[in-house]
């Protein structure tokens, strides 16, 4: 349950980074009266709470572009300074958090930005201990310890606790983003020491358009996962395959090609190629002759309609090796068949997997199937919710056409 139904940031969270940055200014510029310096830090702990809510999308997930305000203010403030900014700027973020999370996760969020600031300020200090001095080349040598510090912090935190689906995020994942913020954290604190405030304003200018960049890059993504997964439920809507059959097949796909070590593009391959499969079935007049068609030429075909597509030209090469026993086997198209075959056997019924187990080990011919079988024998054993996940994958597909059939029957 969210908690933030009463407060106004449940509408729209960027009232709360609208109003602490209101706030940040209207102190920063009380503090330039004499006696109300003190009101600086202050400032700067609403500020860190306002970006710390401002996210760039990136593959990894949302990122604050707070990061680079934090690991800038590292490198620039002294230690007795920084602490109490970051841990008032992340304690700011927690009724926020409450309106869009629940508890647990709101929590998490807290406790992964927090450990990594205090991980942060206690590098930078160590590192403007050994080496002092507010020169450009030394503020740019504390940041970037700071930062380094900071997003090794962050990145083994969400190791530490990986995504609901059981991916981990793996460092050339979050490289790109990663170095963006650290890139701007350095020129706001070099621009801050070199001309002041208003310098540091216009170099954290370059910050905006990342998080516009990375939203793009999102946002073509998901048009992309959008698109696989809209041409995988054809098949399905026709009756050629079971419901949801190409999500569950994605599923034990991803996780048998992670348990066998294949590269990220092979991943995103074998599931593309799980999802879209049975496209060349299409192409029948009459879903019920899907038994007695030819399933080498359907293949065929269905290689051809990704082939036009340019950008799914490989997925169509892997679903014809999927379906034409007379080719080499490869890794991943052992990977696909197990996993489809798999899914076959057990559908939404987690308690036919030891038995599909053993029909799947008995029937494999090849080096590449008797692994692929092996890995999904590990991964069942090591991680069984698997099977939740991929029935939980393929639940919107059984259960928009139950509620359909209770509409219409």
């Known amino acids: 349950m969210r ?7 449940a509408r729209d969270r960027r009232l709360a980074v609208e109003a602490f940055l209101a706030a940040s200014a209207g102190l920063a510029l009380l503090a330039q009266v004499h006696g109300l310096e003190v009101l600086t830090l202050a400032g700067l702990a609403l500020l860190v709470a306002a970006t710390l809510l401002l996210s760039v999308q990136a593959p990894v997930g949302p990122v604050p572009v707070g990061y680079a305000v934090v690991i800038a203010l590292a490198g620039l403030l002294r230690a007795g300074e920084f602490f109490p900014v970051a841990a008032l700027g992340v ?14 996760e709101a929590g998490r969020l807290v406790v992964r930005w927090g450990a990594a600031s205090f991980v942060a300020g206690g590098a930078a200090a160590l590192s403007a201990y050994l080496v002092p001095g507010p020169s ?42 990663y170095v963006s913020l650290l890139c701007g954290a350095g020129l706001i604190a070099v621009a801050y020491n070199e001309d002041g405030v ?20 999102a946002a073509a993504e998901e048009a992309y996962r959008q698109t696989i997964k809209a041409l995988s439920i054809v098949p399905e809507v026709a009756g050629v395959t079971p419901l949801g059959h190409g999500e569950r097949s994605a599923v034990y796909a991803v996780a048998m090609a992670r348990e066998l070590g294949l590269p ?14 049975h496209i060349g079935y299409v192409t029948l007049d009459d879903p019920q002759d899907a ?3 030819n399933r080498l030429l359907l293949a065929r075909l269905g290689g051809d309609i990704l082939r036009e597509t340019e950008f799914l030209a490989d997925v169509g090469d892997l679903i014809e090796s999927v379906h034409d026993d007379t080719r080499l086997v490869t890794r991943e198209a052992a990977v696909v068949r197990v996993a489809t075959t798999f899914d076959d056997m057990i559908l939404e019924n987690p308690e036919r997997a030891p038995g599909a187990l053993e029909l799947l080990a ?27 996940r991929a029935v939980a994958s393929g639940a919107p597909m059984t259960e928009a056409a139950a509620a359909s059939k209770a509409l219409h029957g």
């Open 3 to 9: 908690g933030g139904a009463a407060w106004p940031f």
């Open 91 to 104: 304690l700011l973020t927690v009724l926020p958090l409450l309106a869009r999370y629940d508890h647990v």
């Open 136 to 177: 450009p080349m030394r503020t740019l040598l504390h940041v970037g310890v700071a930062g380094v510090s900071f997003l090794a912090a962050d990145l083994a935190s969400r190791n530490w606790r990986p995504m609901a689906n059981g991916a981990r995020t793996r460092l050339h994942q979050a490289a790109p983003v």
């Open 198 to 217: 208003w310098m540091a304003i216009v170099a954290g200018l370059p910050l905006v358009l990342t998080r516009f960049a990375f939203d793009r890059y």
């Open 264 to 277: 990220d593009d092979a991943t995103e391959r074998v599931a593309t190629a799980a999802r879209l499969h």
């Open 291 to 293: 038994h007695n068609a």
């Open 362 to 388: 008995f029937n494999q011919s090849g080096p590449y199937g008797a692994a692929a079988v092996l890995a999904l024998r590990r991964i069942l054993e090591v991680d069984p919710a698997v099977l939740d």
